[in-house]
């Protein structure tokens, strides 16, 4: 899965739709953590935060990038309502990044649904600028309150924040990781970073099952 030359051009993007199918407390709990980085980064680096567009909106304007939060799922029904969006930006110079929940145990799945994300994008001539894959399974919205650099979030937030850098250059989250003089070694062969839990799956699963039990309440 080769990224397309123009996603290794850095390029400043003003206007960016973040948009997640189906929509979920995960997938948005992981979109919200990237916007939060992305805001603290720009306000640390004295940089204009890009304007989160709606594409909903009636007035959403132009979109110079775009993040797609999927799970590993991605059905037909799923790839429908994203080639839908992409139809929109086909033939541009629209970057595209994608936050991949990966809710089974093997690979396989996230696999496939990268696959066909990334030939819709082929296909409109779009930049495919590669993304993360997040292995926690479900339920990871119930770390919105954990420390993001604590020892339940620590991995995806460090992935996240690979991604946050390829936003705010414009371009693959490896030749962004090599343009700002950091280490490449976490992007895979697919140009993708994969972050797993930090602690033993059946310790993991037990955490998360402890602490969906507790924010149940709440929904």
Known sequence: MEVTARGDVPKTLHNIAFVSIPESADLEFLLWDLQDAIAAYAQLSG??????????ADDAGAVDGMVLAVDDACDDEAMIAVEEILDRFKNTDARVYVVVQALSKNTKQADEALDRLYRACILRDLPWCDGVVICAGSGIAALRHSPRMGLLRRPFSEAMDKLVGAVRMGCSIEHA?????????????????????????????????CLGTRAQPDI
């Open 47 to 56: 940089t204009a935060l890009p304007r989160p567009i709606d594409l909903e």
């Open 177 to 209: 990781q090599l343009l700002g003089g950091g280490n490449a070694e976490s992007v895979d062969a697919d140009g993708m970073v994969r972050a797993k839990p930090a602690l033993p799956a059946p310790i993991w699963h037990a955490i998360m099952k």
